[in-house]
């Protein structure tokens, strides 16, 4: 069996690892599995690329499609056409893609139009919000795989209201906390904290690149005042986006940003490098949806700068709470967590370090 795991962007780094790991684990039993992991290059800066491959011990890909940036028709257009290409060279049996990028459409499609089997690693996460390009992604694959693997019941529950067969869905946990669990203790030895002169438990990490958050000059403005209010209160580390640095340097934002004395502007950083500064922070306060999880299993609070989340188990299990943009709610809550109880935060079911053997494991019964 032939086995093609894709790659498209850097938060899928961390999702293929553990993919990769119990994939050389399971062909010492099994001779006749082959896989090879494919970078479609829809982000690809090689030096932080490669900081990603070494910090997750990550092997470097078999092939780099090196699709580059564009609209996303563009993007899409480019990956299915360069796809359909190995797909013709290597005919897999499987296709794995992970996470809601465009690669992880463009890929599902194309392996499904060639014939090939297609499984979707984070399957079934739902936002209802059609102005993300996320959704769209996220729907459109569904739809299509033969294999659903779950990070919850939740988006289990989302695929059978989609009307998907029950036994294409399983809930196997979340490959993206193997990596954390798998690489925790390591960051946190890198006291990342310590470098910024900052206290462990003493700070907040704030991470913002949303269009709906950074593309609108007055949402923009409103999130930078609720910044330098909670900076008075809370030392806050701001690992600036580089899309979201030109917004505010287009919007007059950047100086006002880059003067509040306790926000600690930096660049993007390397995976254990965050994951040490967000192992022992206060709080979070953040749009992506990667850190929500993350937060759970850190057992740090987390408050989410949207309107809505794809990922409702971090609510329930008591890490998270969605905010909103609005200067005033932002503000309020961040007031909550400090001044109120710590919070109660439970882990989800199978979130234990073991999600990458169960989607295996499935893998290896359709030999």
Not at 196 to 211: C, E, I, M, Q
């Amino acid at each position: 069996m032939k086995i093609i795991l894709v790659a498209g962007a850097r938060p899928n780094f961390m999702k293929v690892a553990p993919l990769v790991e119990a994939l050389k684990e399971a062909k010492l039993n099994h001779d006749e599995l082959n896989f090879m992991l494919v970078h479609t290059g829809q982000h690809y800066d090689e030096q932080m690329s490669k900081y990603f491959f070494d910090d997750l011990g990550l092997p470097y890909p078999d092939l780099d499609l090196e699709i580059g940036s564009g609209t996303h028709a563009e993007q899409t257009g480019k990956i299915m056409m360069a796809f359909e290409n190995l797909l013709e060279k290597e005919n897999p049996d499987w296709v794995v893609v992970v996470g809601d990028v465009n690669s992880t459409m463009a890929c599902a499609i194309t392996a499904k139009k060639y014939g090939s089997k297609v499984a979707h690693v984070e399957a079934g996460l739902r936002s209802r919000d059609w102005t993300m390009p996320e959704e769209i992604n996220r729907c459109v694959t569904d739809v299509l795989c033969d294999l659903l693997f779950t990070t919850d019941i939740m988006a289990s529950d989302n695929l059978e209201k989609d009307g998907i067969d029950s036994d294409r869905i399983h809930f196997v946990g979340n490959v993206m906390i193997d990596s954390l669990l798998k690489h925790r203790e390591k960051a946190l030895k890198l006291r990342q904290w310590e470098r910024l002169h900052l206290k462990a438990g003493s700070y907040g990490v704030l991470t913002l690149h949303r269009p709906s958050n950074v593309d609108d000059p007055n949402v923009f403005q409103g999130i930078v005042y609720a910044i330098g209010e909670i900076q008075k209160q809370l030392p806050l580390v701001f690992p600036v986006h580089p899309r979201t640095q030109k917004m505010a340097k287009s919007f007059g934002l950047w100086e006002k940003i880059y003067s509040l004395p306790n926000l600690h502007v930096i660049d993007s950083l390397r995976y254990l490098e965050m994951l040490s500064l967000t192992g022992m922070a206060k709080l979070i306060l953040t749009d992506s949806g990667g850190l929500q999880e993350e937060a759970v299993a850190l057992c740090v609070p987390c408050l989410t700068l949207r309107d809505n989340t794809e990922r409702p188990v971090t609510i329930t299990a008591g890490a998270n709470k969605v905010v909103g943009n609005n200067a005033k709610n932002i503000i309020k809550a961040v007031n909550e967590i400090l001044t109120g109880d710590s919070l109660r935060i439970s882990q989800p079911d199978k979130w234990d370090g073991n999600a990458a053997k169960r989607i295996v494991n499935v893998l290896m019964e359709r030999i």
